[in-house]
T-cell receptor, first 112, second 116 residues
């Protein structure tokens, strides 16, 4: 089955700096790659996603890149703000049943 | 996006009792729902796929006799934790896939289970 690895496990940046989180996946059949932000005790919140027919997607301060050949995808957050502090999860799906395999998570802390 | 509700949002029970968690899709029909479990400071792990009108599909290592899943209608899936023990204490989250089976999943708010 699919295996998703995520790095780093923790990331501390100063407000205004950029943050990058990287994930790799194992199943070449995976074609949908969402990123979630989760605050303590709450459901995962989709912040951006990308499909395998696209190499990059951007939404304001957030961008995701996908390298299908290398089987890795990355989340980029620019101009970080304290409210970006949370745990971020990447995930992968083969799409046929939308079952998601999650990465191990990255705890992002944005300091003033 | 579509809305998924869960009930209860939290539950505390004694060891050995059973607990039922409901997951409802409020504005869409779901032939498939997913149940995830999340231990503190860990990732979401898929437990099983709930299929309307048929048996659930369990992930490897998940005891189907302990975690009973029923998908009675296109808007309701239930997870029953039978004979709960402290090690079952976790955050349980359900989700429903977007139409077409490819793409975004809509997550319920989760249920915090604490077994004493």
């Amino acid at each position: 089955g699919e295996n998703v690895e995520q790095h780093p496990s923790t990331l501390s940046v100063q407000e205004g700096d950029s943050a990058v989180i990287k994930c790799t996946y194992s199943d070449s059949a995976s074609n949908y790659f969402p990123w979630y932000k989760q605050e303590l005790g709450k459901r995962p919140q989709l912040i951006i996603d990308i499909r395998s027919n696209v190499g990059e997607k951007k939404d304001q301060r957030i961008a995701v890149t996908l390298n299908k050949t290398a089987k890795h995808f990355s989340l980029h957050i620019t101009e970080t703000q304290p409210e970006d502090s949370a745990v971020y999860f990447c995930a992968a799906s083969t799409g046929t049943a939308s079952k998601l395999t999650f990465g191990t998570g990255t705890r992002l802390q944005v300091t003033l | 996006g579509a809305v998924v509700s869960q009930h209860p949002s939290w539950v505390i029970c004694k060891s050995g009792t059973s607990v039922k968690i409901e997951c409802r899709s409020l504005d869409f029909q779901a032939t498939t729902m997913f149940w995830y479990r999340q231990f503190p400071k860990q990732s979401l792990m898929l437990m099983a796929t709930s299929n309307e009108g048929s048996k659930a599909t369990y992930e490897q290592g998940v005891e189907k006799d302990k975690f009973l899943i029923n998908h009675a209608s296109l808007t309701l899936s239930t997870l029953t934790v039978t004979s709960a023990h402290p090690e079952d204490s976790s955050f349980y989250i359900c989700s429903g896939p977007s139409a077409g089976g490819i793409g975004e999943q809509f997550f319920g708010p989760g249920t915090r289970l604490t077994v004493l």
